[in-house]
């Protein structure tokens, strides 16, 4: 039903009426999405060595032996400066975005050196 034709033949209270119910309709459908201020991330050890330390945002957390995870509580959001120190001394680093909806985020570290964000 074209929505010109129903207000063309309504008085003009009618008319008012339908514009309101239009315009409340297209304002609850608007619905912001609230970010977090905070994000959890958990690291995932899949290298082939024992890590000596992660780093994310000033947090330090030692010792993740192969197979292990470990979480991050309260990291800000916006870029972050991950590094981690392999046993044989490798620094392993990238930075990633905490942005989004989301507040978890999965970091892990793969059996070739990469980190993937999932």
């Known amino acids: 039903m074209n929505i010109i034709k129903v207000l063309h033949g309504q008085g003009t209270a009618?008319?008012?009426?339908?514009?309101?119910?239009?315009?409340?309709l297209l304002l609850s459908c608007h619905q912001e999405?609230?970010?977090p201020d905070v994000y959890e991330v958990?690291?995932?050890n899949r290298y082939f060595e024992p890590i000596t330390s992660v780093e994310i945002a000033d947090n330090i957390i030692e010792a993740v032996n192969v197979g292990e995870?470990?979480?991050f509580s309260n990291i800000p959001f916006g870029q972050r400066q991950i590094t981690v120190i392999?046993?044989?001394?490798?620094?392993i680093e990238a930075v990633i975005?905490?942005?989004?909806s989301n507040p978890y985020v999965n970091?892990?570290?793969?059996?070739?050196?990469q980190m993937q964000i999932k």
Do not use: A, D
């Open 14 to 24: 009618m008319r008012y009426f339908y514009l309101i119910n239009i315009i409340f």
């Open 33 to 35: 999405t609230e970010l």
């Open 42 to 44: 958990t690291f995932h």
């Open 69 to 71: 995870n470990i979480t």
């Open 86 to 91: 392999t046993q044989s001394g490798l620094i």
């Open 97 to 100: 975005s905490l942005i989004g």
């Open 107 to 113: 970091i892990v570290l793969t059996e070739n050196g």
